[in-house]
Nanobody
């Protein structure tokens, strides 16, 4: 089992930036796909970005393209989500997840963090 802990959320004005971190521990995660998802109140969980563990493949949801960047740390046990040009509609709880398949579907990710709140004010 992989344990995931997110951090870096907070309150930011529209147009601002935040960097989320996801620290992984437990089983080796060298073969895992890491994903970022978000969920706003009353809405379904939405795929934001994903990265394979070698870092040479990344993919993004439509809402993140051109504004967000997913990356991994040099220690290979941390994944980041750099969010720029934030909009009020980006307000949500952001989750880090680990899975085995390169997919945007939450059902294919077996390990999840507790989430971190991102609030963007207008």
């Amino acid at each position: 089992q992989v344990q995931l802990v997110e951090s870096g959320g907070g309150l930011v004005q529209a147009g601002g930036s935040l960097r989320l971190s996801c620290a992984a521990s437990g089983r080796t995660i060298s073969s895992y796909i890491m994903g970022w998802f978000r969920q706003a109140p009353g809405k379904e969980r939405e795929f934001v970005a994903g990265i394979n563990w070698s870092g040479d493949r990344t993919y993004y949801g439509d809402s993140a393209k051109g504004r967000f960047t997913v990356s991994r740390g040099n220690a290979k046990n941390t994944v980041y989500l750099q969010m720029n040009s934030l909009k009020p509609e980006d307000t949500a709880v952001y989750y880090c997840a680990a899975g085995r398949v390169l997919t945007t579907s939450p059902s294919h990710f077996g390990s999840w963090g507790q989430g971190t709140q991102v609030t963007v004010s207008s």
